[in-house]
């Protein structure tokens, strides 16, 4: 997920004796713990479903998350523990040009994009005719080659 976003965590949980009482979540390790809400408006049963909506960190990385929950006895159960992984978007697409050539002769084209995490990326090319090109005319993508960080620079037909 990007940094800043929306993320709910819904846990199911239950208690074999007096019932569910409380849920906590803790997003640094189990050093902070804060109250999840009952699904159902309250904990008062031995099955139950918790959720917390809550903004995903602005730094890139994996963190943990823990589920932990007490009872009506005073027992608290061993937290459940997990991870998310807060991860951007790339940034800076673009496909270059605008491009023009004549009816049946390749183009060059060279985009680029680059990701805030350095991640491998994968690209797609899809093309729309501008107003000279005559309708109906067809268009197909070269051989694409793949490069980290730089877009391919695929040749494209244009023939009518
Ligand atoms: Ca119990
Ligand atoms: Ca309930
Ligand atoms: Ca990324």
Known sequence: MPSGAELTLIADVSDTG???????????????WLLMNSQDGTFDENIETAEIT??????SGTYPICVRLGDGAGNVAMP??????????????????PYSSDEGQPVDIVGSAS?????S???TWSYLPGPAVDSGASCTFGMQQLYQRQLPAPTMDISA
């Not at 803790?26 to 050093?31: A, E, F, K, M, T």
């Not at 809550?54 to 730094?59: C, G, M």
């Not at 459940?80 to 040009?97: D, H, L, R, Y």
């Not at 990701?115 to 991640?119: A, M, R």
């Open 121 to 123: 990326l994968v690209y």
């Open 54 to 59: 809550f903004l995903a960190p602005t730094a």
């Open 115 to 119: 990701d805030p995490e350095g991640d």
């Open 80 to 97: 459940a523990c997990g991870n998310f992984t807060v991860n951007e978007p790339p940034t800076g697409v673009s496909a270059g040009g």
């Open 18 to 32: 007096t019932g569910v009482r409380w849920v906590e979540y803790s997003l640094d390790g189990g050093l902070t």
